[in-house]
């Protein structure tokens, strides 16, 4: 269990409040989030400032201390991807915190793949030993995420073309295996992918919720608005969390499904039932998606 935060925005944007100072922000979530539960074995926070992302990481809760609100103050970009970890495989240490980076990806997860003894042993037979050599930690999360990166340097998904059918790909490959070493076992998968350009993931048996700003408004928080607005331009953004951060109107993201954030329209939203139904489970079903 840990808690996710995706960020992304047509102009650059103070994220502090729902980091920070919101009712339910997620330095609040890393000492007790809406089911009780603490988050307190570490915190990350990437933005990007060009093409590679910044990655600020400790391997202590977000609510010790002032480092997690300092890094969040400032936060001030198009795209923010932030964690709070609840350890469940690998001990709280900075190499096991998220989010892991490598080039111009960032990576979260939220979840537990049961079996992950032999998952990682399957994962091992499948990936590039360039990959496999770079893991640092003990985490699923980071073999997930070295494993999307070997399916990359080997060929067989273009996340350039379409990191939804990247996604895709990576939730079907790491499910199986899950599934063959752990049959009947509740999979947790919800990971949150950027390249700087786009925030896409998955929601798999655990919470995820988004809202999407249309204009500039008066943060309900502090009372001033988050940005310096470009007048010649339209602003909108698109937050992505585990859980509802403010009182605004939070829209569930169905489980078992795979999402992209669009700040023209909010978020587009693949269900794996109507994907397997068209394209019988394989990568590539180029599926509409549903409105939300």
């Not at 933005?47 to 600020?56: A, F, K, R």
């Not at 979840?111 to 003990?138: A, C, H, Y």
């Not at 494993?147 to 059918?165: A, K, T």
């Not at 048996?205 to 940005?227: K, T």
Request: net charge negative.
């Amino acid at each position: 269990m840990c808690r996710l935060y995706g960020f992304i925005a047509t102009e650059p944007t103070k994220v502090e409040c729902t980091l920070v100072h919101a009712q339910n922000a997620l330095i609040a979530q890393s000492r007790k989030d809406l089911s009780g539960l603490d988050h307190a074995h570490g915190w990350g926070v990437a933005t990007y400032d060009g093409m590679e992302p910044d990655v600020q990481r400790e391997a202590w809760a977000a609510y010790h201390g002032e480092h997690f609100s300092r890094a969040a103050a400032r936060t001030y970009s198009e795209l923010v991807v932030a964690h709070v970890r609840r350890a469940t495989v690998g001990e709280p240490a900075i190499e096991n915190t998220h989010p892991f980076a490598e080039g111009p990806w960032v990576f979260a997860h939220n979840g537990t793949v049961p079996g992950f003894d032999k998952v990682r042993s399957l994962m091992r037979d499948r990936m590039s030993e360039s990959q496999w050599k770079r893991i640092g930690g003990e985490t699923d999360s980071e073999h997930i995420f070295h494993y999307f990166l070997s399916l990359c340097e080997r060929g067989e998904i273009h996340p350039q073309e379409s990191l939804v059918d990247a996604i895709w790909r990576l939730v079907d490959d790491v499910a199986a295996m899950s599934a063959q070493a752990a049959p009947g076992k509740r999979l947790g998968l919800n990971v949150m992918l950027t390249d700087g350009r786009r925030l896409a993931g998955s929601r798999m048996n655990r919470s995820l919720f988004f809202v999407h700003r249309d204009g500039v408004h008066d943060c309900e928080i502090c009372g001033f608005p988050h940005i310096r607005h470009d007048p010649d331009s339209d602003y909108r953004a698109v937050v992505v969390a585990s859980e509802p951060l403010t009182q605004e109107d939070w829209i569930e993201v169905p489980d078992n499904s795979i999402w992209e954030a669009d700040v023209l329209g909010g978020m587009d939203i693949y269900l794996w039932s109507m994907r397997n139904a068209v394209a019988g489970g394989m990568p590539g079903s180029n599926s509409e998606p549903l409105p939300a």
